[in-house]
T-cell receptor, first 114, second 115 residues
């Protein structure tokens, strides 16, 4: 089956530090990969996505590269801000197999301190 | 830009009662997904609809049912509520389930508390 594994949190960083949140996946077929962010008390917001190998998704200073050889989609940001504090979910779907629903990782809570 | 609308935002019910959650997708989106997120958990897929037909089914309990209407809005009906049904229920919509790539956009969720 399909699964997503994320590094456990919480991740606590100081403002302007470099961020990496690891995400690896197992999927039947060729998945599309996503990062969603959930701020306290809010819904899930799409942060970035990549739909094929070597694609790089980017948004708001965050980046992630679809690595087929390592089945990974690690999230990175060069300089985090306090406002980035949230829970980050890595997710996949495999549209061409008919399973379009998202499979999520367990989420990683990021806490950025001023 | 218009987003996914969910109502109500908060709901409190007693055990064994019923609840109905509503979802209004982004205009022109033809597909709706329902997810359940327990406290401290990742969202779990329940069920999805494309063009008013059920397109996929996940871990939806038999006590729950859902449908998509002609205006593409969807309702999740939950009966015989249990304490364990307390969760955040998300609806997501997308355009073009027939496309190779697809992005789901989530609503703010309905927080259900069963007492």
């Amino acid at each position: 089956g399909n699964s997503v594994t994320q590094m456990e949190g919480p991740v606590t960083l100081s403002e302007e530090a470099f961020l990496t949140i690891n995400c690896t996946y197992t999927a039947t077929g060729y998945p599309s990969l996503f990062w969603y962010v959930q701020y306290p008390g809010e819904g899930l917001q799409l942060l970035l996505k990549a739909t094929k190998a070597d694609d790089k998704g980017s948004n708001k200073g965050f980046e992630a590269t679809y690595r087929k050889e390592t089945t990974s989609f690690h999230l990175e940001k060069g300089s985090v801000q306090v406002s980035d504090s949230a829970v980050y979910f890595c997710a996949l779907s495999v549209p061409h197999t008919g399973r379009r629903a998202l499979t999520f990782g367990s989420g990683t809570r990021l806490q950025v301190q001023p | 830009a218009a987003g996914v609308i969910q109502s109500p935002r908060h709901l409190i019910k007693e055990k064994r009662e019923t609840a109905t959650l509503k979802c209004y997708p982004i205009p022109r989106h033809d597909t709706v997904y329902w997810y359940q997120q327990g406290p401290g958990q990742d969202p779990q897929f329940l069920i999805s609809f494309y063009e008013k037909m059920q397109s996929d089914k996940g871990s939806i309990p038999d006590r729950f049912s859902a449908q998509q209407f002609s205006d593409y809005h969807s309702e999740l009906n939950m009966s015989s509520l249990e304490l364990g049904d307390s969760a955040l229920y998300f609806c997501a919509s997308s355009l073009g389930v027939t496309r190779v790539t697809e992005t789901q956009y989530f609503g703010p969720g309905t927080r259900l508390l069963v007492l």
